[in-house]
C-alpha cells in the first residue's frame, strides 16, 4: 500500500465517525470522507511544516460534511443509525439485554439529534468520534473555550431529553 | 455535587462504537480518484536538487514511500509533510551523506544486567518490558543505552543469523517514552531503502540495506550519539507509550512476524 494511503487508514475510522455524526444517517458520510481525503491530497504541499496531522484531516472532513448537511439537511431530519448487536465469537447478549441495548441506543440517540447542532457537534466529536479538547477545538474551528462550554451545555440538555437513568449494564442508579 | 456523567458519556462512547458505517472504502476511492487524476503541474518555487553542497541531510525517507505513488504527483512539500506525519512515535527517519566509519562495528549496549534486574528497572520507570515471545528467553539484558532503554539480546541461531560478525542474531531496543523530547533518528545511506509496513495494528518502519548510524536523544532530549551501533535490518514501531527496535538479519516479512509476537516477559 502506498504511503498516503497508508496515512489515511490509520484515521479512517476517527474520520468516517466524525463525517456520519455531522451528516447524520440521511447524508452521505462516505462521499464527504472520500472528498476530504482528495481535497486533503492537493491540500499537503500548502501545509505548514510542524502542525499535527489528524487535526488538520479532520477539520477538511468535518467542513465536507457540513457542506452536505447544509444542502441536504433543510429536507431531511437529523438520524443516526446503529449496527444491531451481533455476537461476533464471544458471548451473545441475551435476546432481552440487545432489545435493551437497541431500545437505549435509539434513545440516546434521538436526545442527540434533539440538539442544536452547534452542540450536537462539539459532543459527537469529543464522545462519539473520541477527540479531546483540543482536537475538537483544531477540528470544528472553535476556540477551546467555546468547545467546554458547548460541551458541558450539550450533556446538560441530553440529560434532559433523556428519561432519569439510563441503563448501562445495571450500574445507572445514582 | 457529583453528577451521573459517566453514564450518559458511556452510553454515548457505545454509540460512536456502533455508528452504522456504510460498508464502502472512501480510502481506496479517493486514491483511485488521486491517480486518476492529470499531474497537477508544480509549484513549489524552489524544487529539491540532489547534489547541493551544504545541507547534505536530506529527507528522503517521504520519496522511498511515495514510490508507489510515483514521484511526480507530488511536490516535494508533500512528501516532506507525509513523511513526517508518518513519524511513529518519536522516531524519524532521515537520509544522510555520510554514516561514521565506525557505523556497524561495534555494540555499546549499556550496563550488563540480569534480565529479571532489567524488568524490574523498567516497572520502577513505569513501563513493562515486552519482548517477541516467538524469538524464546533473551541471552542478556542491557541497560542504560540510550538512556532509559533496555536492551535484549539473543544468540544467533539457524532461523537468525548472526549480523555482521557481532556474535548477536537479534537485539531488541525498548525505549519508554514517545514524547517529544525523546527519541531517535535513523541516518542512512542511499543504499538503505525505507518502507512504511504494519505490525499488527501499529504502523512500523522497515529499514534495509547498508549499516546506518543510530542517533538517539533520550528522555531528556540530550542527543546520544550510538555512531557504533548495528548493521542488521532494522523494524522500528511504537506499541503504548513504548518504541521498539528490532535489529536483525531477518528479511522483512519474518522480522515482522517475529515483531508481532511482541508479550510483556513474565
Same mark, same amino acid.
Given at each position: 500500500?502506498?504511503?498516503?494511503?497508508?496515512?489515511?487508514?490509520?484515521?479512517?475510522? %476517527?474520520?468516517?465517525?466524525?463525517?456520519?455524526?455531522?451528516?447524520?444517517?440521511?447524508?452521505?458520510?462516505?462521499?464527504?470522507?472520500?472528498?476530504?481525503?482528495?481535497?486533503?491530497?492537493?491540500?499537503?504541499?500548502?501545509?505548514?511544516?510542524?502542525?499535527?496531522?489528524?487535526?488538520?484531516?479532520?477539520?477538511?472532513?468535518?467542513?465536507?460534511?457540513?457542506?452536505?448537511?447544509?444542502?441536504?439537511?433543510?429536507?431531511?431530519?437529523?438520524?443516526?443509525?446503529?449496527?444491531?448487536?451481533?455476537?461476533?465469537?464471544?458471548?451473545?447478549?441475551?435476546?432481552?439485554?440487545?432489545?435493551?441495548?437497541?431500545?437505549? /441506543?435509539?434513545?440516546?440517540?434521538?436526545?442527540?439529534?434533539?440538539? %442544536?447542532?452547534?452542540?450536537?457537534?462539539?459532543?459527537?466529536?469529543?464522545?462519539?468520534?473520541?477527540?479531546?479538547?483540543?482536537?475538537?477545538?483544531?477540528?470544528?474551528?472553535?476556540?477551546?473555550?467555546?468547545?467546554?462550554? /458547548?460541551?458541558?451545555?450539550?450533556?446538560?440538555?441530553?440529560?434532559?431529553?433523556?428519561?432519569?437513568?439510563?441503563?448501562?449494564?445495571?450500574?445507572?442508579?445514582? | @455535587?457529583?453528577?451521573?456523567?459517566?453514564?450518559?458519556?458511556?452510553?454515548?462512547?457505545?454509540?460512536?462504537?456502533?455508528?452504522?458505517?456504510?460498508?464502502?472504502?472512501?480510502?481506496?476511492?479517493?486514491?483511485?480518484?488521486?491517480?486518476?487524476?492529470?499531474?497537477?503541474?508544480?509549484? #513549489?518555487?524552489?524544487?529539491?536538487?540532489?547534489?547541493?553542497?551544504?545541507?547534505?541531510?536530506?529527507?528522503?525517507? $517521504?520519496?522511498?514511500?511515495?514510490?508507489?505513488?510515483?514521484?511526480?504527483?507530488?511536490?516535494?512539500?508533500?512528501?516532506?509533510?507525509?513523511?513526517?506525519?508518518?513519524?511513529?512515535?518519536?522516531?524519524?527517519?532521515?537520509?544522510?551523506?555520510?554514516?561514521?566509519?565506525? *557505523?556497524?562495528?561495534?555494540?555499546?549496549?549499556?550496563?550488563?544486567?540480569?534480565?529479571?534486574?532489567?524488568? $524490574?528497572?523498567?516497572?520502577?520507570?513505569?513501563?513493562?518490558?515486552?519482548?517477541?515471545?516467538?524469538?524464546? #528467553?533473551?541471552?542478556?539484558?542491557?541497560?542504560?543505552?540510550?538512556?532509559?532503554?533496555?536492551?535484549?539480546?539473543?544468540?544467533? @541461531? *539457524?532461523?537468525?543469523?548472526? @549480523?555482521?560478525?557481532?556474535?548477536?542474531?537479534?537485539?531488541?531496543?525498548?525505549?519508554?517514552?514517545?514524547?517529544?523530547?525523546?527519541?531517535?533518528?535513523?541516518?542512512?545511506?542511499?543504499?538503505?531503502?525505507?518502507?512504511?509496513?504494519?505490525?499488527?495494528?501499529?504502523?512500523?518502519?522497515?529499514?534495509?540495506?547498508?549499516?546506518?548510524?543510530?542517533? @538517539?536523544?533520550?528522555?531528556?532530549?540530550?542527543?546520544?550519539?550510538?555512531?557504533?551501533?548495528?548493521?542488521?535490518?532494522?523494524?522500528?514501531?511504537?506499541?503504548?507509550?513504548?518504541?521498539?527496535?528490532?535489529?536483525?538479519?531477518? #528479511?522483512? #516479512?519474518?522480522?515482522?512476524?517475529?515483531?508481532?509476537?511482541?508479550?510483556?516477559?513474565?
Amino acid at each position: 500500500m502506498d504511503a498516503y494511503a497508508s496515512l489515511l487508514r490509520m484515521h479512517e475510522g %476517527p474520520a468516517r465517525r466524525l463525517a456520519q455524526v455531522v451528516c447524520g444517517s440521511g447524508g452521505d458520510a462516505d462521499e464527504a470522507v472520500q472528498d476530504a481525503f482528495v481535497k486533503a491530497w492537493y491540500g499537503l504541499a500548502g501545509f505548514r511544516d510542524g502542525a499535527a496531522f489528524r487535526p488538520w484531516l479532520l477539520r477538511i472532513v468535518a467542513n465536507e460534511a457540513r457542506n452536505r448537511r447544509r444542502s441536504a439537511g433543510r429536507r431531511a431530519g437529523y438520524e443516526l443509525r446503529f449496527a444491531e448487536d451481533r455476537a461476533s465469537g464471544g458471548a451473545a447478549p441475551s435476546p432481552e439485554a440487545a432489545v435493551l441495548a437497541a431500545d437505549r /441506543r435509539r434513545t440516546v440517540g434521538a436526545a442527540l439529534a434533539g440538539l %442544536p447542532a452547534p452542540q450536537r457537534d462539539v459532543v459527537a466529536c469529543r464522545y462519539l468520534v473520541g477527540l479531546d479538547e483540543a482536537e475538537t477545538a483544531a477540528v470544528l474551528g472553535l476556540p477551546r473555550g467555546t468547545v467546554k462550554s /458547548r460541551a458541558a451545555r450539550g450533556l446538560a440538555r441530553l440529560r434532559d431529553l433523556l428519561p432519569a437513568r439510563i441503563e448501562i449494564g445495571g450500574t445507572g442508579d445514582a | @455535587m457529583p453528577e451521573p456523567r459517566d453514564d450518559l458519556v458511556l452510553a454515548l462512547d457505545e454509540l460512536g462504537e456502533r455508528l452504522d458505517i456504510s460498508p464502502g472504502d472512501p480510502v481506496a476511492a479517493a486514491i483511485a480518484r488521486i491517480r486518476a487524476t492529470p499531474t497537477p503541474r508544480r509549484t #513549489d518555487s524552489a524544487p529539491w536538487r540532489p547534489g547541493r553542497r551544504g545541507r547534505r541531510v536530506l529527507v528522503a525517507a $517521504a520519496a522511498v514511500l511515495l514510490v508507489g505513488l510515483g514521484a511526480t504527483l507530488v511536490a516535494p512539500a508533500s512528501r516532506h509533510a507525509v513523511a513526517r506525519w508518518l513519524g511513529i512515535g518519536s522516531v524519524t527517519v532521515t537520509y544522510a551523506e555520510d554514516v561514521p566509519a565506525a *557505523a556497524g562495528r561495534t555494540y555499546d549496549l549499556g550496563a550488563p544486567v540480569s534480565l529479571t534486574e532489567a524488568e $524490574a528497572r523498567a516497572a520502577a520507570a513505569g513501563w513493562s518490558l515486552a519482548a517477541p515471545a516467538a524469538a524464546g #528467553d533473551p541471552a542478556r539484558a542491557f541497560v542504560g543505552r540510550p538512556a532509559g532503554a533496555v536492551n535484549l539480546v539473543w544468540a544467533p @541461531m *539457524a532461523e537468525r543469523p548472526e @549480523m555482521a560478525d557481532s556474535g548477536i542474531g537479534l537485539l531488541l531496543t525498548a525505549m519508554p517514552g514517545t514524547t517529544d523530547a525523546g527519541g531517535m533518528s535513523k541516518q542512512a545511506t542511499g543504499g538503505t531503502t525505507v518502507q512504511l509496513v504494519r505490525v499488527g495494528d501499529h504502523a512500523a518502519y522497515w529499514i534495509e540495506g547498508e549499516p546506518h548510524e543510530v542517533v @538517539m536523544t533520550d528522555r531528556n532530549g540530550d542527543v546520544v550519539h550510538e555512531s557504533a551501533r548495528l548493521a542488521g535490518n532494522t523494524l522500528v514501531w511504537t506499541e503504548g507509550d513504548v518504541t521498539y527496535r528490532l535489529e536483525s538479519a531477518l #528479511d522483512r #516479512d519474518e522480522a515482522i512476524e517475529l515483531a508481532s509476537t511482541l508479550r510483556p516477559l513474565a
